[in-house]
């Protein structure tokens, strides 16, 4: 079995910790998701932090990401990563509630 080709669609879960609620991170998530080819969504979680789903090229969430980052640079504490299945027909990237 091969490896993944770095242009097949990966699926990513990020969940952001630290002050990533109530500081627009939600709605500044989602405008820089259009300066990237990703879809997905961004929601608030219960327990304070911010759940994120991407999916796209592997360097093209990495990047997603990055941007993320640097907008929120001492705002986030802490990142976590895992890897999802890819959602076949997804359109467009959005807040969820």
């Known amino acids: 079995m091969s490896a993944a080709n770095a242009s097949d669609p990966v699926r990513r879960r990020v969940v952001f910790h630290g002050r990533v ?15 990237f080819a990703v879809t997905g969504f ?9 759940e994120l ?5 592997p ?3 990495d990047r997603f990401c990055e941007a993320i980052r ?4 001492g705002f986030i504490s802490r990142v976590e990563i ?3 299945s890819p959602l076949p027909g997804e359109d467009g990237f ?3 509630f």
């Open 21 to 35: 609620q109530g500081v627009c991170f939600r709605a500044t998530t989602r405008e820089l998701a259009r300066r």
């Open 42 to 50: 961004v929601r608030n979680l219960p327990d304070g932090t911010v």
């Open 53 to 57: 789903e991407a999916q796209g090229v």
């Open 59 to 61: 360097a093209e969430i």
């Open 70 to 73: 640097e907008s929120f640079t």
């Open 82 to 84: 895992a890897d999802l």
């Open 94 to 96: 959005a807040i969820r």
